[in-house]
């Protein structure tokens, strides 16, 4: 029985560091996707990541041929590029851009280049782009001012995980529930260490009883002691000094014979 007590006890505290850990983890993770997904103005070491809202560039019959794919819910990393990186874009690269299209104005897309466009002067002009998934190529040309940055990798189903903490749910799942069964988990310990602590409080008034009630004990004998030494001695003293006087009566009795 104590063995299987032990045991639970174990798993119990080995679950509860999980929760803690996975707690833990989804505040950080939070924190950071709430602070930099979807923010243009924001990076980490020069990478940006954007929450994919489309399938037009997941795996098809169309691009199968392609390494690069991503579905609706996965997060495109974005490596950031400078205005001469800009001009070096070629055919066949990813681009994540600021959106002009009518169907998605003011979004971020991941899509792939499929022309550059220069003028006569042979200046940059701008870049057109495609979904793989279906072929298409997209409304407006991209001027290179908007473009955020480069395909760099993804994080596949992190954006619906996102998307998921984001809301009331998910909140109340993934932070909620943890926190409050940490508090009524720490609320328990608390009562246990008050209830101990006033557990070895009586014991330990109880034992200082005990030793007050055993010193008082051990003094009352080591007094019964004394006074019966005490006795002895005053009987010793009484049995030494009769015979003195007895003899001094004896001597007497002699000296007034002897005058007579």
Known sequence: MHATKKVFNITFKILIWLLVTFTVLVVIFTAVTVATVDKNERSIFGLRFYVVRTDSMSLSENNGELDVHFNAGDIVVVKSIDEDAKRLLKPGDVITFMSVNSGSYGETVTHMIREVKVNNENKLVGYVTYGTNTGVNDEALVEPSFVMGVYWGKLVGVGKMFAFLKSVPGYIVCVLIPFLILILYNGINVIR????????????????????????????????????????????????????????????????????
Do not use: C
Request: glycine content about 2%; hydrophobic content about 30%.
């Open 193 to 260: 260490l008050l209830r101990r602590y006033k557990q070895e409080q009586a014991q330990a008034l109880v034992a200082e009883k005990e030793k007050l009630d055993a010193e008082r004990a051990e003094n009352q004998r080591m007094l019964q002691e004394l006074l019966a030494l005490k006795e002895q001695l005053e009987k010793k003293s009484e049995e030494g000094t009769a015979p003195a006087q007895s003899a001094f009566g004896e001597i007497s009795t002699e000296e007034t014979t002897d005058k007579t």
